[in-house]
């Protein structure tokens, strides 16, 4: 009873075809099998029971879509085929401190194909001897047995692997919008070069034609000045001739 109270208090105002992830760690089964959860919960993904008295899995519903199964701490021995006629979809399955004993009862997990990490902590199983080496023999599916994988390298945190698919997509994302890195700049510099050359020309081409205009003019100006004192000695030469001219006119006139 007291599971099922939990489970209500977990849904909350949620149906249970839109909870994809439920805990019910520390509250007591009933009679040591789950009450309350049941086929309605088709969108779980991740199911924690760990210390809940467990000792059976016969009641264990139908979840297609379940990838993580936690039962740690609890009563169970035996019984684990269930797991892959309702949940063969698992791909990480925590069964440490639990009464499993031997082999045989371990033997039945052969048939979750997707499982890759399993736990046996604090299970009589472990005490076997070359334990690690007959577990990896007999479910050759498995990657990481109790957290680590057969050459002893820890299995990732899930939450750091989604943490760092998130990250690289949101990079990849940016690069996309962005662009190659320096693509831009490189055009920016070409452009300022381009720019700034063709400034430099244009001050150029105005320096060198204000200057030739300043001489052509300055010449116009010398030709002005020395046609103006052409016609100046032109002037007085012919006053001169004139005043010559003159006393000679006026001799002959008295000479008539």
Excluded: H
């Amino acid at each position: 009873m007291e599971m099922k109270k939990r489970i209500n208090l977990e849904l909350r105002n949620q149906a249970p075809e839109e909870v994809t992830e439920l805990v019910l760690d520390n509250c007591k089964s009933s009679n040591g099998e789950i009450e309350g959860l049941n086929d309605s919960f088709k969108e779980l993904e991740f199911l924690s029971m760990a210390n809940v008295q467990l000792t059976s899995l016969a009641k264990l519903p139908t979840l297609s879509k379940l990838r993580k199964l936690e039962l740690s701490d609890n009563v169970i021995s035996g019984g684990l085929e269930v797991l892959a006629e309702r949940c063969p979809n698992l791909t990480y399955l925590n069964l440490s401190g639990n009464k499993i004993k031997d082999l045989g009862t371990v033997e039945a997990l052969q048939n979750l194909k997707n499982l890759k990490s399993l736990d046996l902590f604090n299970c009589e199983i472990t005490n076997l001897e070359d334990y690690r080496d007959s577990i990896f023999d007999l479910l050759q599916q498995i990657t990481y047995l109790d957290g680590f994988d057969q050459e002893d390298n820890e299995a990732p945190d899930s939450e750091d692997d989604d943490d760092e698919e998130g990250d690289e997509d949101d990079n990849d994302e940016d690069e996309d919008e962005a662009g190659p890195p320096g693509e831009y700049e490189e055009e920016d510099d070409e452009d300022d070069g381009g720019s700034d050359l063709g400034e430099g020309e244009e001050e150029e081409e105005v320096g060198l034609s204000y200057l030739m205009k300043e001489e052509i003019q300055d010449e116009d100006d010398d030709d002005d000045y020395v046609e103006e004192g052409g016609d100046e000695e032109e002037e007085e030469g012919v006053r001169g001739e004139k005043r010559k001219r003159d006393p000679e006119d006026e001799g002959e006139e008295e000479d008539d």
